[in-house]
């Protein structure tokens, strides 16, 4: 969002999760993609446009992984 890196527990377990069940980078799953992050305990912001900066950029991260596991979205 703004440049600063933080570290997300289990982000990639929970792409792994995704693509094996076969969910395509859409809306949907980004807010899937964020209920997971939150019982794996990760900290996520309660303000609703933090929230949504947050899905994008996620679904974003999942696109990419998309890509380089099946060759494109």
Not at 2 to 25: M, S
Request: proline share 3%.
């Amino acid at each position: 969002m703004d440049g600063t890196k933080v570290t997300v527990n289990g982000l990639t377990e929970i792409f792994a999760e995704l693509f094996a069940e076969g969910r395509p980078a859409d809306f949907k799953v980004s807010d899937e993609i964020m209920n997971r992050l939150e019982t794996k305990q990760n900290y996520i912001p309660s303000s609703e446009i933090t929230r949504r900066e947050y899905r994008h950029l996620i679904l974003k991260e999942y696109r990419e992984y998309l890509s380089a596991h099946e060759g494109g979205t």
